[in-house]
């Protein structure tokens, strides 16, 4: 999969040009994701280690952000209390100044990994969310949208058992038919 995918276009600006004013349209995962942040490979031995690796991730794909800097903003809002939302699944997630707009990167694990979920299940998709510093309503909306999609045990199991080069789409699908719903 590409690296240097480039990313896509947000479809939250105003469309009146009034620099935010009017409604803005919910932000979709094809606006938070390219198929350079969908990985199959990570392994982790530890929470702090697959902080560590969504940073490099996030680097990787937007030179633009400092990876030590994604890391920390990672590790400090799980050390408010974990991000696994049950079932296997993570949405770790954080604010940084320098973005204009969120972004996300989602990661099927090789080995399931210890994130201090509630239900003692350990991480096997995680689905990290990078926000500017003035998002709030947004980010919420976003992650609880994120967590509903897979909330969904039977959209989890495709996520599990798909290739590699299908997470994309078959993330972009979810969102979009949740949308229409």
Do not use: C, W
Not at 59 to 69: N, T
Not at 113 to 120: H, P, R, S, V, W
């Amino acid at each position: 999969m590409p690296r240097n995918s480039p990313p896509n276009q947000p479809s939250n600006a105003a469309a009146d040009g009034s620099g935010g004013s009017a409604p803005r349209e919910p932000i979709r995962v094809r606006d938070l994701l390219s198929p350079g942040r969908v990985r199959t490979d990570l392994s982790a031995s530890s929470k702090k280690s697959l902080l560590d690796q969504l940073a490099e991730e996030f680097h990787a794909d937007r030179p633009d952000l400092d990876e030590r800097e994604v890391f920390q903003t990672l590790l400090r809002r799980e050390q408010l209390g974990s991000t696994a939302v049950g079932h296997g699944v993570a949405l770790p997630h954080g604010r940084l100044s320098d973005l204009d707009r969120p972004i996300g990167a989602f990661s099927r694990l090789e080995q399931p990994t210890d994130f201090d979920a509630l239900d003692d299940q350990p991480v096997s998709l995680v689905f990290a969310l990078l926000v500017p510093n003035e998002e709030n309503d947004q980010h919420l909306q976003v992650l609880s949208r994120l967590a509903r999609m897979l909330d969904d045990s039977g959209f989890r199991d495709r996520l599990l058992e798909a290739s590699g080069n299908d997470l994309y789409d078959l993330l972009v699908g979810k969102d979009e038919e949740l949308a229409g719903s």
